[in-house]
């Protein structure tokens, strides 16, 4: 299954991360069966395998969710308050930071920077920005995107 990604001349175990990085952007994520696979092509263990993707923290082990929202915690919009909207949007969507809900619509992920300093505190849900968040503008931002879901699905 991996094998277009593994062709004959990189099936050393040195293009292990791009490789990693190759069925990710292809899939997703990262599945066990993939892993596995991987290490069967390239002749080392499945440890050694896991061991690479778990140290760095740009790959997911889940399916991704539908939309990616993402909380800026660099210094502006910390001090702005995004730890308080980080927080509000870990509600709103009932998940952890890092994790993705039972519905998988939605994942949350804590960033460090997005750019936008200017518009701090700032959140993204599927690239759109949206700026001088606070706690209560986080049901706001949810629902005009679930309608807009709704609206597309129509």
């Known amino acids: 299954m991996y094998s277009s990604i593994i062709t004959a001349s990189r099936q050393h175990p040195c293009y292990l991360i ?3 990085q190759q069925i990710q952007n292809r899939d997703g994520y990262l599945s066990n069966e993939a892993m596995l696979e ?8 499945s440890a050694s395998v896991w061991g690479v993707a778990t140290f760095y ?47 998988r619509e939605f994942s949350l992920e804590r960033v460090a920077c997005i ?10 849900i599927e690239n759109k920005v949206y700026s001088k968040m606070t706690p ?17 699905g129509l």
């Open 57 to 103: 923290n740009q790959f997911r082990f889940t399916p991704p969710a539908k939309k990616q929202v993402k909380v800026c915690m660099g210094t502006a919009c910390h001090l702005a308050g995004g730890q308080l909207v980080l927080e509000a949007m870990a509600r709103e969507l009932k998940v952890e930071v890092g994790g993705t809900s039972e519905d």
């Open 38 to 45: 991987v290490a069967e092509l390239l002749d080392i263990s």
């Open 115 to 124: 750019g936008c300093c200017a518009l701090a505190p700032v959140v993204t």
């Open 136 to 152: 209560p503008g986080v049901e706001e931002a949810l629902v005009e995107v679930k309608t807009e879901s709704e609206m597309e």
């Open 18 to 20: 791009d490789i990693l």
